[in-house]
T-cell receptor, first 118, second 117 residues
Framework: DARVTQTPRHKVTEMGQEVTMRCQPI?????VFWYRQTMMQGLELLAY????????DSGMPKDRFSAEMPDATLATLKIQPSEPRDSAVYFC????????????????FGQGTRLTVV | AQKITQTQPGMFVQEKEAVTLDCTYD???????LFWYKQPSSGEMIFLIY??????QNATEGRYSLNFQKARKSANLVISASQLGDSAMYFC??????????????FGTGTRLTIIP
């Protein structure tokens, strides 16, 4: 089964440290999303890429977060420096989303990275 | 304004009964897609079903079907013959697809479904 792979699954780090989360999207998918899930805010979009180009990162705190896709098989989300309020589950999703939202579309999530900043 | 509204924070349903989870959406884009995801206690997000705004028929995937009522802007998920393993959080999501590059998924707040034996 094709699946989105995220690493690490769990991360505990001290405040101020750099955190890097990685995602391997499904081969052939043209869109990659980064979401953050918390109890208070639910699922928030942080950034997304289409064909590796960043299209929207307005949901991301620019001073500390950065998202990149160095190649088609890897997306990264970096937090530097990390803060306790960044504690959340971070999901990567990849999708085959056709223009106009029509036709066969799918978007699959990875298992998430549970980040705890102490 | 909320783009996706799920009005049922929690539901309890007897095993083997059918379940309908409500979802309404708000968009002025004539072209969009609607998704449902299941999130069990393990935390993963499982893609269930997709409906395009121009699809003529309601989407179905096994025991899941989407009751798509375009004029009412509703996209309810129907689970037939519920099972204990259906207990989870369910999220409705929308992608407005009229403009190339606007593919982000906007999620509702979810409905927690509990199946009672």
């Amino acid at each position: 089964d094709a699946r989105v792979t995220q690493t690490p699954r769990h991360k505990v780090t001290e405040m101020g440290q750099e955190v890097t989360m990685r995602c391997q999207p499904i081969l052939g998918h043209n869109t990659v999303f980064w979401y953050r899930q918390t109890m208070m805010q639910g699922l928030e979009l942080l950034a997304y890429f289409r064909n590796r180009a960043p299209l929207d990162d307005s949901g991301m705190p620019k001073d500390r977060f950065s998202a990149e896709m160095p190649d088609a098989t890897l997306a990264t989300l970096k937090i530097q420096p990390s803060e306790p309020r960044d504690s959340a589950v971070y999901f990567c999703a990849s999708g085959l989303l056709l223009w106009g939202g029509q036709g066969e579309s799918e978007a699959f999530f990875g298992q998430g990275t549970r980040l705890t900043v102490v | 304004a909320q783009k996706i509204t799920q009005t049922q924070p929690g539901m309890f349903v007897q095993e083997k009964e059918a379940v309908t989870l409500d979802c309404t959406y708000d968009t002025s884009d004539p072209s969009y897609g609607l998704f449902w995801y299941k999130q069990p206690s393990s935390g993963e997000m499982i893609f269930l079903i997709y409906q395009g705004s121009y699809d003529q028929q309601n989407a179905t995937e096994g025991r899941y079907s989407l009751n798509f009522q375009k004029a009412r802007k509703s996209a309810n998920l129907v689970i037939s013959a519920s099972q204990l393993g259906d207990s989870a959080m369910y999220f409705c999501a929308m992608r407005e697809g009229g403009n190339f590059g606007n593919e982000k998924l906007t999620f509702g707040t979810g409905t927690r479904l509990t199946i009672i034996p």
